[in-house]
Nanobody, 127 residues
Framework: QVQLVESGGGLVQAGGSLRLSCAHSGRTFSTYAMGWFRQAPGKEREFVAA????????YYKDSVKGRFTISRDNAKNTLYLQMTTLKSEDTAVYSC????????????????????WGQGTQVTVSS
């Protein structure tokens, strides 16, 4: 059983920065493609960013490109989301997810492709 635990959420002013972390409990973290999703109040869960197994490729939701950076440290079994220039519309519960689908260059923007999920961490951006 793979367990994912997010941390780093909190309250930040618009224009500020925050870094989220996702700790992976397994011994084979490098065999999972990873992603970040978010869900705002009253809205459906949406894709934010994804990263391949080695971190060689990344993909972002258009609205966060240039502001957010997804990365991973496979030696530490940890996924990160560095968020800068935060906006009020970024307010949401952010969840990390892992999938064993695909190969070295695989990633997915579809929540259904991820079989392991963290509980989420709240990010609130004040205007």
């Amino acid at each position: 059983q793979v367990q994912l635990v997010e941390s780093g959420g909190g309250l930040v002013q618009a224009g500020g920065s925050l870094r989220l972390s996702c700790a992976h409990s397994g011994r084979t973290f490098s065999t999972y493609a990873m992603g970040w999703f978010r869900q705002a109040p009253g809205k459906e869960r949406e894709f934010v960013a994804a990263i391949t197994r080695s971190g060689s490729m990344t993909y972002y939701k258009d609205s966060v490109k240039g502001r957010f950076t997804i990365s991973r440290d496979n030696a530490k079994n940890t996924l990160y989301l560095q968020m800068t220039t935060l906006k009020s519309e970024d307010t949401a519960v952010y969840s990390c997810a892992a999938t064993y689908y695909g190969g070295q260059y695989y990633f997915s923007v579809r929540a259904d492709d991820y079989m392991y999920w963290g509980q989420g961490t709240q990010v609130t951006v004040s205007s």
